[in-house]
């Protein structure tokens, strides 16, 4: 009877050790990890196929009949993107940031030369008025007499923040829109045969 004690102990002891092994840290092995989503940009074409650009992943995008406004995730910068009939791009952005006039003498903000965006003939970035924390600067994109303007306002930190995202967006501009690709036509099935 000793013997048969001492052996059920023996077994109840690797019985109990084996269930803490198991189920004492939540049971197995720890759950497999979901692959992590990639980040989804969108590719927005005008209506009217003036431009197309990518919007970046998290970005909003409001678009109308006049522009297309996209809004960073935090809500803090915004870049809106519209056509201006005007043959200069600095005057297009002068007026677009709200700069012309008695109040904004001219020369307090230069002038630079970026490159071209698809097809457009001359672009130009010009740096808008600062008022707090608060800043902005507008593209301006020469293309068959008209300007494309993308103008950026946020606070200097979102900026900042969001300035891979901004470059993104001014990188991916197409003028006029990037042609849409077209579907291969469907394969015509095989004519039956009849046995």
């Not at 012309?100 to 970035?125: F, L, Q, T, Y």
């Not at 993308?150 to 991916?172: F, K, M, P, Y």
């Amino acid at each position: 009877m000793r013997n048969a004690l001492l052996l059920l102990s023996v077994w109840v002891g690797i019985i109990l050790a084996t269930y803490a092994m198991v189920y004492w840290d939540g049971g197995g092995e720890p759950p497999v990890q979901g692959a992590a989503l990639a980040p989804v940009e969108i590719t927005y074409t005008d209506p009217d196929g003036r431009f197309s650009l990518i919007v970046p992943s998290g970005w909003t995008l409001e678009p109308s009949e006049a522009r297309a406004i996209l809004t960073d995730p935090s809500e803090a910068v915004t870049a809106s993107v519209f056509l201006m009939d005007e043959e200069i791009p600095e005057s297009a952005l002068l007026s677009a940031l709200g700069m012309v006039g008695d109040d904004c003498p001219a020369g307090e903000n230069p002038v630079e030369e970026v490159a071209p965006a698809g097809a457009s003939e001359r672009a130009v970035r010009i740096a808008g008025p600062q008022s707090g924390d608060e800043a902005s600067y507008g593209l301006g994109y020469l293309y068959e007499g008209e300007t494309l303007v993308v103008l950026v306002r946020g606070s200097e930190d979102g900026i900042e923040r969001v300035a891979d995202d901004l470059t993104r967006i001014e990188e991916s501009l197409e003028i006029p829109a990037a042609p849409l690709e077209e579907a291969a036509p469907a394969e015509e099935p095989a004519p039956l045969v009849e046995l």
